[in-house]
């Protein structure tokens, strides 16, 4: 029976990587650097050092990522200010449910604190949560799992007491090897075989989650991979 639920931020409960795409191609081509939109698909949810080496590999030797990374971050800062930002369809009944089941509420993401809070501010889900935890705040990033350890320590929960809310391939692995009952909720795109036996379930929406947060006391857990 679970006793919390951990989400990730950016394509899962907020429409916000269809910007994270736009910008990172922009910002490194105004830098000279040939990134193409498969790239920053690529590198979703995934820790820094990790993200580099496969730009570098990837795109070019020559890849400054930091720089890169710097520019697109004032590019799409600007645009949020002035655009807003959207959240996924069902984000705030999904938050809802779980607050009324009394649920520990858990944010996971490799946005930094200061602009994971604004996000969830602009959409007005920031009281929601219980604790906020980023990857600046772990030694290692996604697919790593230290995030989610901590994530569920913050929460007062074991791992396996809690139902982790991913979107991307780099963020379903961190959350399984941390022990997380792991629901992947597609956002750009679908997970393949490998993947998809790390997920407790896929589902096409949040209402899925819903769905597995009202049956899961006294439903039996669903098979890794199963779809419904």
């Known amino acids: 029976m679970i006793r919390g639920v951990i989400f990730d931020m950016d394509g899962t409960l907020l429409d916000t990587e269809p910007l994270y795409r736009r910008f990172w191609v922009e ?60 959240p996924k369809p069902g984000m705030v009944e999904t938050l809802r449910i779980c ?67 991913e979107d991307a391939p780099a963020g379903v692995r961190s959350a399984h090897a941390a022990g997380l009952y792991t629901i992947m909720v597609p956002d750009l795109d679908e997970p393949d075989e490998a993947l998809s036996a790390l997920c407790e379930r896929i589902v096409p929406t949040l209402s899925g989650v819903i769905d597995y947060i009202q049956t899961n006391s006294t439903e039996k857990r669903l098979t890794n991979g199963q779809k419904c």
């Open 27 to 86: 910002a490194a081509r105004e830098l000279g650097f040939p990134m193409e939109d498969r790239h920053a698909l690529m590198i979703r949810s995934m820790a820094a050092e990790k993200a580099e080496a496969l730009l570098k590999r990837e795109v070019c030797p020559a890849f400054d990522y930091h720089q890169v990374r710097a520019l697109r971050r004032e590019r799409m800062e600007a645009y949020v200010d002035n655009h807003g930002i959207q």
């Open 99 to 165: 607050k009324e089941r009394r649920l520990r509420i858990g944010l996971a993401t490799a946005t930094p604190e200061w602009r994971a809070r604004k996000y969830l501010r602009m959409v007005n889900a920031e009281s929601y949560f219980d604790a906020v935890t980023c990857a600046d705040m772990v030694a290692r990033g996604k697919p790593a799992p230290d995030i989610y350890l901590l994530a569920a320590q913050r929460l007062g929960i074991a791992p396996r007491e809690a139902a982790a809310v």
